[in-house]
């Protein structure tokens, strides 16, 4: 196993700017997570479902992404089960019942978002 290790100079360097940090930050406003409490864009939201196995339980996952600005998402754990294929089951039923648009005809690409594969 190699061991990786950082000279001096870069280690105090380091030590020197997170014992700055708190001087550079400043805190966060309430304001600042006004976009929660504002559930509006919900309404206009691509519902993806994801599961997940997490500590021995299949997760079910919801990913609620606007369709025109995909940037904007919350991802929320809604159920729990030991079995995948009746995860698999009951996330197509929730994402179902959660989108507005149970047709499923809005829909985000991850080309929306942007990302360099290089």
């Not at 993806?48 to 904007?72: C, D, S, Y």
């Not at 991802?75 to 729990?80: E, P, S």
Request: proline share 3%.
């Amino acid at each position: 196993m190699v061991g990786f290790h950082l000279g001096n100079e870069a280690y105090n360097a380091l030590l020197d700017l997170l014992n700055n940090q708190h001087f550079t930050d400043k805190p966060g406003e309430n304001s600042d997570m006004d976009f929660l409490l504002d559930d509006r864009w919900l309404q206009d939201t691509a519902v993806v479902e994801n599961v997940v196995k997490r500590k021995g339980m299949w997760e079910i996952h919801l990913v609620f992404a606007h369709f025109r600005t995909p940037q904007k998402l919350i991802k929320r754990v809604i159920a729990r089960h030991p079995s995948q294929k009746k995860a698999q089951l009951m996330a197509g039923y929730m994402r179902r019942l959660a989108a507005k648009d149970q047709r499923g005809t809005l829909a985000v690409d991850i080309r929306d978002f942007g990302l360099c594969s290089s």
